[in-house]
């Protein structure tokens, strides 16, 4: 099983930046891939950046050249995953959750509480 806490959220102007965290804990030698996902209100929960435990990324088209995810699991009983959102735009207000891949799921079955990123106009 793995924990996952989310940090770093909260209310900017547009054109600003934010940087969120995850710390994953627990059996974090069998995460895969950890992601970010964000829901709007009265919207699906979408899946804006994803990090392999190898390193490799992907982006959902909008964030593509303003997000960056990146991640730290140099330490043995903390991995740590990043979402670093400069230029932000209105639309990308929403709650954003941390989520992991495990290989007992190959899912993105672990979830964090979420985090509230609010962008003003």
């Known amino acids: 099983q793995v924990q996952l806490v989310e940090s770093g959220g909260g209310l900017v102007q547009a054109g600003g930046s934010l940087r969120l965290s995850c710390e994953a804990s627990g059996s974090i030698s069998k995460i895969l891939s950890m992601g970010w996902y964000r829901q709007a209100p009265g919207k699906q929960r979408e899946l804006v950046a994803a990090?392999?435990?190898?390193?490799?990324?992907?982006?959902?088209d909008s964030v593509k050249g303003r997000f960056m995810i990146s991640r730290d699991n140099s330490k043995n009983t903390v991995y740590t995953v990043f979402l670093q959102m400069n230029s932000l735009k209105f639309e990308d207000t929403a709650v954003y959750y941390c989520?992991?891949?495990?290989?007992?799921?190959?899912?993105?079955?672990?979830w964090g509480q979420g985090t509230h990123v609010i962008v003003s106009p």
């Open positions: 989520a992991a891949a495990d290989s007992s799921t190959y899912s993105f079955a672990s």
């Open positions: 990090i392999t435990s190898s390193g490799s990324t992907n982006y959902e």
